[in-house]
């Protein structure tokens, strides 16, 4: 399997995030990446390509215009006056206040940010741009061709929504990726969340769309981040209306009841019959992983990606979470893996 990577995703380092009520060492960091991409090399799962360059229109396409061009400008805004460190949020627009972009860049992240766990970097454009780019290419090639081709994306994407960032997520690649493929002649695309959160940004990217099919399996937000998105009776508006399925699974859910939700999620695909998948693919539902809490083992991994492999249908995947920096490598590369050996 093709793997599609740059090394601009180390540009972004985050120093720190509010977790657990403190600030925290970030937990996404650029050794994810590292790790996987050693284990790739390792196993030879086959060539590793660097991406080629895209430009903004394919972002513009599911971002909104203001939103990406905060991000190109921020860091340079923010340092202007000599600040050296990350820039997080410090308030939320929320209930019942006026929903006006401010003027300063300070402002201007509060309004475009959902948590306070992911920060403006010295190097988060070129990352982002960059992670957008192995997205892009791809979704490329599968368009030529390719039956299935893993984007190593980092930062992550799939927290981010049309205008705002969230989960250590600014630009969403799964997003981007299917928006290119439509583009590209696919006439329908499913897009599977696998990962252990919610895939928030991309449901509100295509909650009202029929040409795009999501669906997600993860922790139940009435106790898991991001907590305000991803309940079952959420199943899209207008066009979309039908086309949005969320999977809500209790803390601690084992690989049997994982699978039957994989299982159900698989069902719906093969009855939609699109013309390529996308597949947000977080390992963070790894049973050592340190901020999630289901109990899939390495080989269940493995079983993962036979299970999709067996829709028959081209597939791009997107990496997302993961945090248990160690394993990382093994879990990410054991799907693409089984995927391939289906």
């Not at 927290?159 to 590209?184: E, K, S, T, V």
């Not at 990217?205 to 959420?234: K, N, W």
Request: proline share 6%; hydrophobic share 40%.
């Amino acid at each position: 399997m093709l793997t599609v990577y740059t090394d601009d995703h180390r540009l972004h380092q985050g120093r720190a995030e509010l977790y657990n009520g403190t600030l925290t060492p970030s937990f996404e960091k650029p050794s994810r990446a590292d790790m996987v991409l050693e284990r790739v090399i390792a196993t030879a799962l086959g060539e590793v390509l660097p991406p080629q360059v895209h430009g903004l229109d394919p972002i513009l396409k599911v971002h909104d215009e203001g939103y990406v061009r905060f991000w190109e400008d921020a860091w340079q805004r923010w340092s202007a006056s000599g600040r050296d460190w990350d820039a997080l949020p410090k308030m939320w627009q929320v209930r019942r206040l006026r929903s006006k972009i401010p003027e300063h860049v300070e402002g201007q992240l509060c309004y475009y940010s959902m948590d306070a766990g992911t920060p403006l970097t010295a190097g988060t454009w070129p990352a982002i741009t960059g992670a957008a780019n192995v997205a892009l290419t791809a979704a490329d090639r599968l368009l030529a061709g390719d039956k299935a081709v893993f984007a190593l994306t980092r930062p992550p994407g799939h927290h981010a929504a049309r205008d705002y960032c969230g989960g250590y997520c600014y630009f969403n690649n799964a997003a981007i990726a299917a928006q290119r493929l439509r583009d590209g002649g696919a006439r329908r695309v499913a897009v599977l969340d696998v990962d252990y959160h919610h895939g928030n940004g991309t449901q509100d990217i295509f909650y009202q769309r029929a040409d795009v099919l999501f669906l997600s399996i993860h922790g139940d937000p009435r106790s898991e981040y991001p907590f305000f998105l991803g309940f079952a009776d959420e199943e899209g508006e207008g066009e979309g209306l039908g086309y949005n399925v969320n999977y809500p699974l209790s803390a601690g859910t084992d690989a049997p009841t994982w699978f039957a939700a994989l299982d159900a999620a698989c069902a719906r695909i093969a009855a939609y019959a699109p013309d390529a998948l996308v597949i947000s693919l977080g390992v963070d539902t790894y049973e050592g992983d340190p901020i999630s809490r289901f109990a899939l083992q390495h080989d269940d991994f493995t079983r993962m990606g036979a299970r999709l492999s067996r829709l028959g249908i081209p597939t791009q995947f997107c990496f997302e979470g993961g945090y248990a920096v160690e394993p990382i490598g093994i879990n990410a590369v054991n799907v693409l893996a089984g995927f391939e050996g289906a």
